[in-house]
Structures are given as structure tokens and as C-alpha cells.
């Protein structure tokens, strides 16, 4: 049997705490990354993405760019992407 350490309680506590912590931490990074790498939007996520409001959306989603899967409504994030670069203005 190898060494014995005695460790208080209360930094033990500490300890615990700061790895339950960490691993929430880990799974929300993991969780935020993992929604970054999705390709469609549905409106809800392309107004969070644009910072704009639904009505606005609805209203400029043929100058962006969707598909109509039923009654869903998508958008491409490249699409997104492509639409803010083209709107993008740059005094010279």
C-alpha cells in the first residue's frame, strides 16, 4: 500500500466543488459548441443569430435565402453569414 494523505474536509469540499463546477463548465462549452456546428437555423435560432425579431425575419427571408421543409421554415448559417457580409458597409 503507498502513502497515506490526509486531506481536511473542508478543502476536500472545496475540491469537489470546484470539479462539479468544472464538468458543468465543460458540458455547457460542449453543448454551445456543438449547436455552433449546426448547419440549418430554424427562425427562432436565425433571429437569436442575427439579433433581430421574428417579423423582421419572416420579412427578409428571401433576400437571405430558406428552405420550406412542411410548415418549418430553415435557414442555412452559411446563408446567414452570406447575407451579413453583403449588407455590410464600410465608409472608406
Known amino acids: 500500500m503507498g502513502p497515506v494523505t490526509i486531506i481536511e474536509t473542508e478543502l476536500l469540499d472545496k475540491i469537489f466543488a470546484s470539479v462539479s463546477t468544472l464538468e458543468s463548465r465543460v458540458t455547457e ?14 427562425v427562432s435560432e436565425a433571429c437569436e443569430y442575427l439579433g433581430k425579431a421574428s417579423t423582421w425575419v419572416y420579412q427578409n427571408k428571401a433576400n437571405i435565402g430558406f428552405s420550406k ?3 418549418d421554415i430553415l435557414f442555412k ?16
Open 29 to 42: 462549452m460542449y453543448s454551445e459548441l456543438k449547436e455552433s456546428k449546426k448547419q440549418f437555423l430554424s
Open 69 to 71: 421543409i412542411g410548415n
Open 77 to 92: 448559417r452559411s446563408d446567414l453569414d452570406d447575407y451579413i457580409e453583403r449588407s455590410y458597409y464600410k465608409r472608406a
